[in-house]
């Protein structure tokens, strides 16, 4: 979301955001702004810190969680968008008028954290084979039920002891990949239902991961 009245900078920032293929809102009224990011889910704001009443909204952003986890961007103007831009805890900034070629590098590095935050909590659902090793190399399947950066929810038919299970694998459906990792159980259910956290993953392994819950993600 856009927060100013300087049409000529939104215009721009339109332009450029759109080629990101960003959706972009545009709201000129402060109060307005905090009363969208309280009830609609908002993954970055474009703040003009010329815009009058930008400080009390930088306030007011502090105030509440959720709404503090949104990333602001801040237009600075001049010397006055410098004093504000030091409060607002913003991660990112550029000055105006809008250089295309910094607000491209802002806004891509801005976008890149934004999908980051997303594919790190995005769980791909979907089945396929696992093969559960214990401690004592007894070998427990099951059926993958989702997967995240972070672990796996595993069903299994057959009674084990879930304290006992040290390591995962499994295909990637799609790819030539076989993932295997070390892993912990950290909660069960008395319908065989395993949550499975990554203890260890080697990096190239968690590489490929990322990149296939990338490629499922856009691809929904």
Not at 38 to 61: M, P, R, Y
Not at 141 to 157: D, F
Not at 171 to 184: I, N, Y
Not at 213 to 219: G, M, T, V
Request: hydrophobic content about 40%; charged content about 25%; overall charge neutral.
């Amino acid at each position: 979301m856009v927060v100013s009245r300087d049409w000529q900078e939104v215009s721009v920032l339109e332009c450029i955001l759109g080629g990101l293929h960003m959706d972009v809102s545009v709201e000129t009224e402060p109060q307005r702004a905090i009363q969208r990011l309280t009830n609609s889910k908002i993954d970055a704001l474009i703040v003009d810190c010329d815009l009058n009443g930008a400080g009390q909204f930088f306030h007011e952003l502090h105030q509440a969680g959720p709404r503090a986890n949104t990333v602001p961007l801040v237009i600075m103007g001049g010397a006055r968008g410098q004093q504000d831009m030091q409060g607002t805890g913003a991660m990112f900034a550029f000055d105006k008028p809008i250089s295309v070629e910094q607000a491209v590098h802002t806004l891509s590095a801005a976008r890149n954290m934004i999908l980051d935050g997303r594919l790190r909590y995005h769980r791909a659902e979907f089945e396929t084979t696992v093969t559960l090793c214990g401690r004592r190399r007894k070998k427990v399947g099951g059926q993958l039920i989702n997967l995240s950066q972070g672990g796996l929810q595993v069903r299994v038919e057959d009674e084990c002891d879930t304290g006992e299970l040290m390591r995962a694998s499994f295909a990637l459906p799609g790819t030539s990949t076989e993932l295997k990792a070390d892993v912990e159980v950290v909660w069960s259910d008395e319908r065989g239902n395993l949550g499975i956290r990554f203890a260890r993953i080697a990096p190239q392994m968690q590489h490929n991961l990322r990149l296939w819950l990338a490629q499922r993600y856009f691809a929904n």
